[in-house]
């Protein structure tokens, strides 16, 4: 079935440091791609978001772009702030079979540190 | 846009014991999920509605769980029963149908302790 795989966290950083949060999918066609974040105590907040293939998501200086070459999602930032700590779910929405759900990966926890 | 509202936030209850959680969906949207997240983990998928039709439920609603979504706007979820093994954090999301782009909108989820 459809799956998701982000990359274990901890993520430990420095204020003004590059951020990159890898995600992998396994879909059939063509899913669509997305980054919630969860800030502590709150829910699931929609990040950024990509439908199709070398499509690139972008929100306060988050990117991603769908490759489906590489069926990967990653997520990054060039200089993250502290205001950035908290964990960061990679989704699909799968194209058939099912598609009015999210699956997400486990999550990965990001801290930065003044 | 008041955004999707959850009730209660925080529910501790004892084993054997049913518990009913609210969700109050953003108003014009017309698709409502229910998720369930364990500590540590990613939401799963539970079931959804379009308006008032239960359209797809998930193996991991046994028996014990049942949603309604009576009048196409609220929502509820109700266990019974309660085991140790339901705690966790059950959000809520919606949308509104656009012929495939659509975005689900979260709440701040209901935390269900089991004791």
């Known amino acids: 079935g459809d799956s998701v795989t982000q990359m274990e966290g901890p993520v430990t950083l420095s204020e003004e440091a590059f951020l990159t949060i890898n995600c992998t999918y396994t879909?059939?066609?063509?899913?669509?791609l997305f980054w919630y974040v969860q800030y502590p105590g709150e829910g699931l907040q929609l990040l950024l978001k990509?439908?199709?293939?070398?499509d690139k998501g972008s929100n306060k200086g988050f990117e991603a772009t769908y490759r489906k070459e590489t069926t990967s999602f990653h997520l990054e930032k060039g200089s993250v702030q502290v205001s950035d700590s908290a964990v960061y779910f990679c989704?699909?929405?799968?194209?058939?079979?099912?598609?009015?759900?999210?699956?997400f990966g486990a999550g990965t926890r990001l801290a930065v540190h003044p | 846009d008041t955004g999707v509202s959850q009730d209660p936030r925080h529910k501790i209850t004892k084993r054997g014991q049913n518990v009913t959680f609210r969700c109050d969906p953003i108003?014009?949207?017309?698709?409502l999920y229910w998720y369930r997240q364990t500590l540590g983990q990613g939401p799963e998928f539970l079931t959804y509605?379009?308006?008032?039709?239960?359209?797809?439920k998930s193996r991991l609603l046994s028996d014990r769980f049942s949603a309604e979504r009576p009048k196409g706007s609220f929502s509820t979820l109700e266990i019974q029963r309660t085991e140790q093994g339901d705690s966790a954090m059950y959000l809520c999301?919606?949308?509104?149908?656009?012929?495939?782009?659509?975005?689900?909108?979260f709440g701040p989820g209901t935390r269900l302790l089991v004791l």
């Open positions: 879909a059939t066609g063509y899913p669509s």
């Open positions: 989704a699909l929405r799968p194209s058939s079979g099912g598609y009015n759900k999210l699956i």
């Open positions: 990509a439908t199709k293939a070398d």
């Open positions: 108003s014009e949207h017309n698709r």
């Open positions: 999301a919606s949308s509104l149908a656009t012929g495939g782009q659509e975005t689900q909108y």
């Open positions: 509605f379009q308006n008032e039709a239960q359209l797809e």
